[in-house]
């Protein structure tokens, strides 16, 4: 489990520890990292292995995957998580925003699944869920960065979910919507400062464009990844879906 120590990646790393499963967690931040995994050690009884590290690293990827797969023999569902990019009209980003978002938001889901898809194939089982943004599903204003890559992801996903699907290994996608974490609040934060409004206004006005009328919850998010890595999902491959409260208005 990637950037797993807080938000989104935190509230799923707990909810398969409450499923029982042995975790492997990292993030940058090693203090952070370690009072999340000891929280989850303390309220779950699982076993839990914990590594800080940098997600856009090829060889700290893999030597987190090896140490996985020393400690645990074997690997059955991994889910990938980083920090999205900073938000920024168009103009204001450089080329060095770009390559840094390519390499945090795609290429980090790259190197696991370098790392852990021939290991699944090799099981005959396994899911590889990558999480992304509902911004795949609809662009959200000031995010172009996060717009633009994660559409890549999507693209790898459903490629991934075809070549493996013969050895029973399933590659979803699940994109957030608005949903309340410190990275939002950073968000809210910024745009509330560059129109002069409280970060209030921002929530008030994200929150009305999405038919349930508020804010999302990690542990609503984290609902789906479990459901998604469980044998309830055995026949649901290759899909991008979407846990925003109805924000995203296309069909599909």
Not at 160 to 186: H, I, K, M, Q, W
Request: glycine share 8%; charged share 20%.
């Amino acid at each position: 489990m990637a950037a797993s120590s807080e938000g989104l990646g935190k509230a799923v790393a707990l909810g398969l520890a409450r499923e029982g499963a042995r975790l492997a967690l990292c993030a940058r931040t090693e203090s952070t990292l370690a009072a999340t995994a000891e929280g989850i050690r303390r309220e779950t009884g699982v076993e839990v292995l914990a590594r800080p590290l940098d997600v856009s690293l090829e060889d700290q990827v893999h030597s987190f995957v090896q140490a996985a797969l020393a400690q645990f023999g074997r690997l059955d569902v991994v889910v990938t998580n980083a920090g999205g990019p900073p938000s920024k009209p168009f103009a204001a980003t450089t080329i060095e925003d770009w390559q840094r978002a390519v390499q945090l938001n795609l290429m980090s889901i790259l190197y696991f699944a370098r790392e852990t898809l021939p290991v699944m194939r090799d099981q005959k089982w396994g899911r590889f869920i990558t999480i992304t943004s509902v911004a795949v599903k609809q662009p959200v204003d000031g995010l172009v960065l996060s717009n633009s890559v994660r559409q890549a992801v999507v693209g790898l996903v459903k490629t991934l979910s075809n070549e493996y699907a013969s050895a029973n290994v399933l590659v979803n996608n699940v994109c957030p919507g608005f949903t309340r974490t410190a990275r939002l609040d950073d968000l809210s934060g910024r745009l509330a400062a560059n129109e002069g409004v409280d970060p209030a206004e921002i929530h008030r006005r994200w929150s009305s464009q999405i038919p349930l009328g508020r804010l999302g919850t990690p542990e609503e998010f984290a609902n789906a990844v479990v459901f998604l890595a469980s044998e309830c999902a055995s026949y649901i491959t290759g899909a991008s879906i979407a846990v925003d409260g109805g924000f995203a208005k296309g069909v599909f």
